[in-house]
Structure formats: structure tokens, C-alpha cells
């Protein structure tokens, strides 16, 4: 229980900072008008950094299921909300967080199926079909 809590205060921690760099470092302010192209950047960016958390939290916590990696994305969405509601000036960094980034979610259970399906997770299983001794 400890590495997962452990592992979803990193995975937000990871997110925030890289979020916060990226506006420090731009010297764009996360609340006013921007230009497409640092829009679009922004999207990539936080789209990589929301996944990066995502997989630290996973690994972090060391289970099995995407439990915790919902409860970041929750988490990370709730904050966004609130952050809407209360912010004046245009609300696109808050927008992108809740509908892009936490959409992050469906394309991390896509790939942690994919590593179910395929066995990718334990590659000493008696299920793995790569293992020797199944002909291969």
C-alpha cells in the first residue's frame, strides 16, 4: 500500500514539475492566450510527461493492475477541474489536462493489455510460448 501511494505521489510529482518547467523555461504563462505551435507543443509534451508518469507510477508500485495509474489520472484530472473553475484568463492548459492527458489512461491500459496478452511481463511463465521447449 506504501508503494502505491509512494508511487502515485511521484507519478503527479513528475507531471507538475515537468509542467512547470516547460512554462519557466518558455516564459509563457499557463493562463493567458498562446500560439498554436506552443499549443501543439504543449500538447506533445504533456501528452510524453503524463505517460512518463504514468509508467513511474506503475513501476513504482509494483502491481499488477492499473489501479493506481486511474487514482493519477483522477487526481490529475480533479486538480485540472478545480483549476478551471478557479482561474481567470483562457483555460486551454487546464482543458488539455483533463481531456488529453487523462485520456493518457486508455492508451496505458491498451499497453499494459497488450503486455498481458503477450505475456511481456513474466518472460519465465509457462504460459510464454517463446519459452524453450515449446518448439521454437
Do not use: C
Not at 73 to 82: E, K, N, P, R, S
Not at 112 to 118: F, L, R, V
Amino acid at each position: 500500500m506504501i508503494k502505491q501511494i509512494l508511487g502515485v505521489i511521484t507519478g503527479y510529482a513528475i507531471f507538475v514539475i515537468s509542467s512547470v518547467l516547460l512554462f519557466r523555461l518558455s516564459g509563457v504563462k499557463p493562463h493567458v492566450e498562446a500560439s498554436v505551435a506552443f499549443m501543439f507543443l504543449t500538447f506533445i509534451y504533456g501528452t510524453a510527461f503524463s505517460f512518463l508518469s504514468g509508467l513511474v507510477t506503475q513501476i513504482i508500485a509494483k502491481t499488477k493492475n492499473l489501479k493506481v495509474n486511474f487514482i493519477l489520472f483522477i487526481i490529475m484530472a480533479g486538480f485540472a477541474t478545480f483549476s478551471l473553475f478557479k482561474s481567470d484568463g483562457s483555460s486551454w492548459t487546464q482543458l488539455l489536462a483533463i481531456f488529453v492527458f487523462f485520456s493518457n489512461f486508455d492508451f496505458r491500459r491498451i499497453v499494459y493489455n497488450q503486455k498481458k496478452q503477450y505475456n511481456l511481463t513474466s518472460p519465465d511463465s509457462s504460459e510464454n510460448p517463446y519459452k524453450p521447449g515449446f518448439g521454437l
